[in-house]
Nanobody, 122 residues
Framework: VQLQASGGGLVQPGGSLRLSCVSS????????IGWFRQAPGKERERVSCINSLDRSTYYTDSVKGRFTISRDNAKNTLYLQMNSLKPEDTARYYC????????????????WGQGTQATVSS
C-alpha cells in the first residue's frame, strides 16, 4: 500500500494549488481518505476527508469555502483543490487512507504518503 502526494509549491496569498495523491497496491474506493497538514512547531491537523461509504466530505473550519476535496476512482487518485490561499495554510500536506467505514473525521489513518510542501508567501 503506497500513497504518493504531489502538487505543492510556492504561491502568493490569494493564489491556488492543486494537490494530488496517487494510491497503489489497494483500491482507493474501499477506503476513507483524507488530507492532513503540519506546520513547523504545530500539531498535525486534519484538513479534509471523504467517507468510504457515502462519499460525504468533511472540512476543518479554517478551509471551508476555499478547499475542495475530490477523488477519481478510475485513476486511484485523491485531490485537494486549494483556493484563496493564506499564509497560515503554509504546511506540509499529507494524504492518508484507512480501511474503515466510519465517519472519515473519526477514524485512525494507518496508510500515509510522504507529504508535499505548500508555502504561501509574498
Amino acid at each position: 500500500v503506497q500513497l504518493q502526494a504531489s502538487g505543492g509549491g510556492l504561491v502568493q496569498p490569494g493564489g491556488s494549488l492543486r494537490l494530488s495523491c496517487v494510491s497503489s497496491g489497494f483500491n482507493l474506493d474501499d477506503y476513507a481518505i483524507g488530507w492532513f497538514r503540519q506546520a513547523p512547531g504545530k500539531e498535525r491537523e486534519r484538513v479534509s476527508c471523504i467517507n468510504s461509504l457515502d462519499r460525504s466530505t468533511y472540512y476543518t473550519d479554517s478551509v471551508k469555502g476555499r478547499f475542495t476535496i475530490s477523488r477519481d476512482n478510475a485513476k486511484n487518485t485523491l485531490y485537494l483543490q486549494m483556493n484563496s490561499l493564506k499564509p497560515e495554510d503554509t504546511a506540509r500536506y499529507y494524504c492518508a487512507a484507512a480501511l474503515d467505514y466510519r465517519l472519515c473525521n473519526t477514524v485512525n489513518y494507518n496508510h500515509w504518503g510522504q507529504g508535499t510542501q505548500a508555502t504561501v508567501s509574498s
